[in-house]
């Protein structure tokens, strides 16, 4: 079982910030800005290359939704999903990365 899979498992703590049937969103244990949560599926999928449209269109929705519960949706914030090797995905279950509660950098990447 992967980690994101022993968190929705309840094997793992995690420090949850708004969960439905379908998707769990939780505080991710680096942050790299003031507001840093990751979004998941509950259903293990490995990256955004294997995810449907159904899904992502559902997924979006939550994800504005934690956004408001984090106080961030009017004042901006950055979704950032890393897919693969190269795209320095780290854990194997797809997630998205809630960025925000400060004027974010836009780095040159690469
Ligand atoms: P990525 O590099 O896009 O695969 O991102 C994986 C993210 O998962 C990193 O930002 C880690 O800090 C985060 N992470 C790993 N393990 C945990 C955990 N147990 N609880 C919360 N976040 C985690």
New binding site residues.
């Given amino acids: 079982m992967c980690?994101?899979c022993?968190?929705i498992a309840g094997e793992?703590?995690?420090?949850k910030v708004l969960e439905n049937e379908e998707f769990l969103a939780?505080?991710?244990?680096?942050?790299?800005a003031p507001v840093?949560i990751?979004v998941i599926p509950k259903k293990h999928i490995k990256s955004l290359n294997e995810v449907d449209g159904q899904t992502m269109a559902k997924i979006t929705e939550f994800i504005k939704e934690v956004a408001k519960k984090a106080g961030i949706f009017e004042s901006g914030y950055r979704v950032?999903?890393?897919i693969g090797e190269n795209?320095?995905?780290?854990?194997?279950h797809l997630?998205f990365?809630i960025l925000g509660g400060t004027k974010l950098a836009w780095p040159k990447l690469g």
């Fill in positions: 980690i994101f022993k968190i793992i703590p995690s420090n939780f505080n991710d244990i680096n942050p790299i840093h990751l950032i999903t890393n795209g320095g995905q780290e854990v194997s997630h990365h």
